[in-house]
């Protein structure tokens, strides 16, 4: 979503099998909405990629973007 025409990624990790989850919500550093894609995207695959071999994410993988 955009907040003052910054856009932001907010997304949830499951943290344990009762189903307990931590949001987690990070800037995508640009007012761009091309580029915000862009790194919405990349952020989604890493997180995939990590669910698939399942290794937990580093949490600041959003942050870096």
Known sequence: YSNNGVWWI???????PRFKSQRVRASLGTRSIEIARERRDAI???????ARL?????MSSAAAA
Do not use: K
């Not at 907010?10 to 344990?16: A, C, K, Q």
């Open 10 to 16: 907010h997304y949830s990790i499951r943290t344990d």
């Open 44 to 50: 989604l695959a890493h997180l995939g990629l990590h």
């Open 54 to 58: 399942a290794v937990p994410a580093p």
